[in-house]
């Protein structure tokens, strides 16, 4: 288990590390021709990272994806079915005075009917009128070191999930998976803002498809590595030698790493 000197480590390192995302995401020219409310988003949060910087004494920081960011999907990723796609990110992290961080990051797609889409006309398509809009897939990667249940994993992959108003913030939006069930939480690496858009950026083709190949971006997502998948992957490492208990049963006892 992490010392209160390292769990204190941890979240400063962590608050360090995404001011330097933001002050880099803010001075690309691609989102501000391509995505300006991510941009305006970027901006704000490098404001607000800033000022949390300044006051060392504070361990208490927020940070909360609104506007969530939409980045366009091109060309449609849903074969034959007659869509614009967005990509939308959002989500939130938050970290206390203990320190505890309870971090929940969202990637949903979003589809605009182009045309009539009938039932009959596409196996893989559900009825939508033109203009209309649908959540087709949402995955959150949630991260909360404050759990003390044993029925989910401390870090977790879920499937849909509890649709919250923060995630798309449009109404006319329709959610076409039930929102309220909330099993399974698949056991899973925790990802965080930035390596959870690097998987999805790498995923699907959009106009920041250039930024992934940016040396200081690659450095970004190593550091993410480096802050949360090398601990936990040892963790693992150590629990499968020892062969005598299930990994997914480890986990669920929120055992802590760095």
């Avoid at 941890?10 to 330097?20: A, D, G, K």
């Avoid at 609104?66 to 869509?83: A, D």
């Avoid at 759990?147 to 006319?172: A, E, I, M």
Wanted: glycine residues 4%; charged residues 25%; contains cysteine.
């Amino acid at each position: 288990m992490l010392t209160q000197r390292e769990r204190e480590a941890r979240c400063r390192n962590y608050l360090e590390h995404l001011y330097e995302v933001f002050k880099f995401l803010v001075a690309q020219p691609t989102i501000a021709a391509n995505c300006p409310e991510m941009l305006a988003s970027c901006s704000g949060l490098e404001t607000s990272l800033a000022a949390h910087k300044a006051s060392p004494r504070s361990r208490k920081w927020e940070l909360d994806l609104k506007p969530n960011w939409e980045i366009p999907v091109l060309p449609n990723p849903v074969h034959g079915v007659p869509v614009a796609a967005k990509l939308i990110i959002g989500g939130r992290i938050q970290v206390s005075d203990v320190p505890h961080i309870d971090q929940s990051i969202n990637a949903s797609i979003l589809v605009t009917a182009v045309r009539q889409i009938r039932r009959n006309s596409n196996a893989h398509a559900e009825p939508l009128r033109p203009g209309e809009r649908a959540i087709i897939r949402r995955f959150h990667f949630d991260y909360d070191t404050a759990l003390t249940g044993n029925d989910r994993p401390r870090s977790h992959l879920q499937y849909g999930g509890k649709f919250l108003p923060s995630v798309v913030q449009t109404r006319s939006i329709r959610y076409s998976l039930f929102s309220g069930l909330e099993f399974p939480r698949i056991p899973f690496p925790p990802y965080d803002l930035v390596l959870t858009l690097d998987l999805f950026l790498r995923q699907f083709s959009t106009p920041l498809s250039d930024l992934i190949r940016e040396n200081r971006w690659v450095n970004l997502v190593k550091q993410s590595e480096r802050l949360w998948l090398r601990g936990y992957f040892e963790e693992i490492a150590v629990c499968l030698r020892q062969a005598n208990r299930p990994v997914y049963s480890h986990l669920c006892e929120h055992v802590d790493w760095a």
